[in-house]
């Protein structure tokens, strides 16, 4: 096989924040106050911890509002 490209790994201890009480807390959802912009992530408030199901359940619900404030482009 040919060799492999050069490469690194990263490791950051601050890539994802303390779920603790207090962070939970700060974690925002969804809307925002531009009646346009809505937030996903798995960083927001989702009842979850930052993982892809957090990410998953905050992108259907942002996606959702999205849809309600345009009824008239609904698929």
Same mark, same amino acid.
């Given at each position: ?20 009480? &207090?962070? %939970? ?10 009646? %346009?912009?809505?937030? &996903?992530? $798995? ?16 992108? $259907?619900? &942002?996606? $959702?509002?999205?849809?309600?404030? %345009? ?5």
């Amino acid at each position: 096989p040919p060799p492999l490209p050069p490469w690194q790994i990263v490791r950051e201890r601050r890539a994802t924040f303390a779920a603790t009480p &207090a962070q %939970n807390a700060l974690r925002p959802g969804p809307v925002t106050a531009l009646k %346009n912009l809505f937030l &996903a992530g $798995d960083w927001t408030a989702t009842g979850l911890p930052a993982t892809i199901e957090g990410s998953v359940r905050s992108g $259907d619900r &942002a996606a $959702d509002l999205v849809l309600a404030a %345009n009824p008239e482009k609904r698929p």
